[in-house]
């Protein structure tokens, strides 16, 4: 199994490309199966989850085919893709390949829309908490879905074979069960509101491609999504929103260790919430044209106290990142976790490189060290595994990273991006 050996001790000085965003390509590479049509998608991320879905997807009936990459670049950056589902030939989505990843139990939205019936496995993902799928069958139930859990299977069929629109209001804020409940509803008869809904970028994204592709959908970024039904959805072009979640990690890493990087492509307008927080640790974020760029000088790293929200509040995907900042702040900082609730697995990690946390209930208090020293440690889960690196890069000495396949879900070239900004740090094969 693959390692990260980083050396730490080194200021990051350069650029560093921001790739399409993980958590946006998902949901929209699962829009495809909604016509039988082609649609292109630009700037998808070259990660382990994206070639894990296109394996889904093809099971389904999905044809793809890659069309381009980035200028200037080469192998394993993100790239145009197209997906063409002209015929859905197997409505089940089994748990050999659903149970790797999360977001794979979203097909059933599609599916369920465009064919009436659908059987897919209760999903996987990262090991952060329980992650039931309760609010998805209660919404498709609402649109007029007829739902069984059975042998460790989520049984759907549509009631007349096709959805029926109405009005659902999520009991909890849930970004998959919004996504999954928008692209159901946009093949479905008459109108759907959603209220409460998920105000993610990433909604949008999906929502703006779901229009694109013919559906009627107002709303999108606010917590009351209205969704008119049409009789059939076409093919498109769009494009992937920079990572949100990949340009905080590299923002995190530059106000830990010091120096001056333009996150090249990010927009801040998808992370505000979290740049302002930097901002108080004593960091200093300057949108650009070209990105966003991110300094430090010598003054060191003031302690902030964070809460993880829903979007625009600070995201729980940036939770251990900023923990990992944390640990070398000027004094004393609170971090509560609201959305998840067994993500504090990398604290017991951090304290191997010498961090002081202590844990009660939600909430982890973090007492900064004037020097963290490197040391072996086990990646838990993918933002877990990025805030090793994180604290790895401002450690005096060698910290060698276990079990690296979770980055490779979420981070391009993570090894890459960081080694041209100054950090020595390279992947042990085998
Ligand atoms: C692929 C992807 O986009 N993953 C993101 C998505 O995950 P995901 O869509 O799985 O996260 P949700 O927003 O659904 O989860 C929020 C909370 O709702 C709970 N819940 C969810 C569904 C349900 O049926 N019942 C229920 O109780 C979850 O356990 C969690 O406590 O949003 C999370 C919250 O921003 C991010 O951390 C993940 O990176
Ligand atoms: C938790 C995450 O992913 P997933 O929802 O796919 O497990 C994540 O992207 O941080």
Redesign the pocket.
Known sequence: MDRIRIVGGNELTGTIPISGA???A??LMIASLLTDDTLTLENVPHLA?VEQLIRILGNHGVDYAVSGRRERQGEGYSRTISFTARNIVDTTAPYELVSK???SFWVIGPLLARMGEAKVSLPG??A???????????GLQALGADIEVENGYAVAKARNNRLTGNRYVFP????????VLMMAATLARGETVLENA?R?P?VVNLAECLNAMGARITGQGTSTITIEGVDSLSGARHRVIPDR?ETGTYAMAVAMTGGDVLLEGARADLLQGALDVLSRTGAEIIPTNSGIRVLRNGSGIAPVDVVTE??PGF???LQAQFMGLMTMSKGKSKITET???NRFMHVQELARLGAHITLSGQTAIVEGVSKLKGAPVMATD??ASVSLVIAGLAAEGETVVNRVYHLDRGFERLEEKLSRCGAVIERISG
């Open positions: 993980k958590n946006a998902l949901p989850d990843m999360r977001a993902g990262c952060i908490g329980t992650r039931p799928v309760d609010l998805f069958i209660d909890k804020i849930s970004v998959g069960a919004t996504h998920a993610e990433e979640i829903p979007f995201p729980t995907d959305i998840f609730e993918l933002r």
